[in-house]
T-cell receptor, first 113, second 114 residues
Framework: NAGVTQTPKFRILKIGQSMTLQCTQD?????MYWYRQDPGMGLKLIYY???????DKGEVPNGYNVSRSTTEDFPLRLELAAPSQTSVYFC????????????FGSGTRLTVV | QKEVEQDPGPLSVPEGAIVSLNCTYS??????FMWYRQYSRKGPELLMY????GNKEDGRFTAQVDKSSKYISLFIRDSQPSDSATYLC??????????????FGKGTLLTVNP
């Protein structure tokens, strides 16, 4: 009964470093998403996937990449980290359209220094 | 004009008060409307879900959608300290199969004082 699991929970990166944020769901959801949340700014969609092998850009994709090789996993890759990528990152999944049934992970708090 | 506008607050009320939270939006294609509750350092959790216009009640919570005015509301009756959280409105809908992507408001920080 894990739902959506994100790792790591916290990370500090230096400018120019790269890292992968991991996201796994065990609910057999087709749809998966990555959002970032900045203070007082709500959540912004970075990338999303409608199924294994299919990904597309969201509202703020620059500086990120994703892949979806399995239904369960949807990792987010940061290349050449910049201070502007300091944020809290949430992975989510859903089983249907219409926005219903979204389940969010507990987030990864990333600081780029 | 932003797609979804939400007053960020903060909002502070005494225990037992009725709380009213609101969002306005500009995209007339939105059909699905949600309220999420987010406790500090946690992920958002779905609180209320409404399709199209109308009211929905769940215990102390009532969600209202007025599509003609592009306005949605969440009412919390008999508010409790455990209701202290950030409340995010979210909506989806539109052409091209985009109704699974959510557009969020900025969130309203609510504190209920004992």
């Amino acid at each position: 009964n894990a739902g959506v699991t994100q790792t790591p929970k916290f990370r500090i990166l230096k400018i120019g470093q790269s890292m992968t944020l991991q996201c796994t769901q065990d609910m057999n959801h087709n749809y998966m998403y990555w959002y970032r949340q900045d203070p007082g700014m709500g959540l912004k969609l970075i990338y999303y996937s409608v199924g294994a092998g299919i990904t597309d850009k969201g509202e703020v994709p620059n500086g990120y990449n994703v892949s979806r090789s399995t239904t369960e996993d949807f990792p987010l890759r940061l290349e050449l980290a910049a201070p502007s990528q300091t944020s809290v990152y949430f992975c989510a999944s859903s089983y249907s359209t219409g926005g219903y049934g979204y389940t969010f992970g507990s987030g990864t708090r990333l600081t780029v220094v | 004009q932003k797609e979804v506008e939400q007053d960020p607050g903060p909002l502070s009320v005494p225990e037992g008060a009725i709380v009213s939270l609101n969002c306005t939006y500009s995209n007339s294609a939105f059909q699905y409307f949600m309220w999420y509750r987010q406790y500090s350092r946690k992920g958002p959790e779905l609180l209320m879900y409404t399709y199209s216009s109308g009211n929905k009640e769940d215990g102390r919570f009532t969600a209202q959608v007025d599509k003609s005015s592009k306005y949605i509301s969440l009412f919390i009756r008999d508010s409790q300290p455990s209701d202290s959280a950030t409340y995010l409105c979210a909506m989806s809908g539109g052409s091209g199969g985009s109704n699974y992507k959510l557009t969020f408001g900025k969130g309203t920080l609510l504190t209920v004082n004992p």
